[in-house]
């Protein structure tokens, strides 16, 4: 199969753009953060109401640790009390959570609700929402492969499906897109294995100011794109 299906299974994005909202408004990045989290939920109902049940949200990098110590802190505090809000309702309507990442080193109130919020919700099939947190995409790639030398694996034997199996979206179908806010026009390390296919949609609408018609307007952009693999397109 060449064609794209019209609809992605499953949508990456790269939420971008809390600093400028704030900035542009004379408040703290901080400010921006909290708007930004206002965002999420109106993005995964209309992800939802359109018929796509994996969703990864690019919430902190493995190089946001390089920001002003008091950011980071804020944003620490923004996902506990985020997750520890919307868990129950996530429950309630049937979503999978998961935080993909190196969780070992969030700051230890975090990680307790995080695997509470795992537990939770692990026998869920209505929705698929991971939240890549601490993550890397190169470092994810570096754990995959200790996960499988730790295991006992021949090295010299593994193949893609091997560490497909190993990194933290094991499981999951690879994302057909990713959204990008604010412009930038690059991955910044974000799911690098996984969306090696993947077709890119960049807006400059800042990430607190976008919503449901804003995935409504990617995904009319994701139908309309010819997905070729390496191959030919098929005659439509
Ligand atoms: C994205 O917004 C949120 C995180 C990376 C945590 P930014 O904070 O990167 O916003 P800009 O890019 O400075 O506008
Ligand atoms: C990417 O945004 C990371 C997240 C959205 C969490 P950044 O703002 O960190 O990306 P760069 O620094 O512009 O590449
Ligand atoms: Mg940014």
Redesign the pocket.
Known sequence: MTDAPRLPRHIGI????N?RWARQRGLPRTEGHRAGIQTIRPVMEAADAAGVHHLTL????T??WSRPREEVAALMQLFEETLQREVDELHATGVRIRVIGRQDQLPNHLQTVVAAAEELTRDNTQGFLNV?LN?GGRAEIIDAVRQLARAGVDLRTVDEATLEGALYTAGSPDPDLIVRT?G?L?T???LIWQAAYAELHVTETL?PDFGGRDLEAALADYAARVRRFGGVPNPR
């Open positions: 790269i939420m971008d753009g600093g690019y919430a902190f990098s190089e946001n890549a993550y604010a930038e690059r910044s390390n974000f990430w």
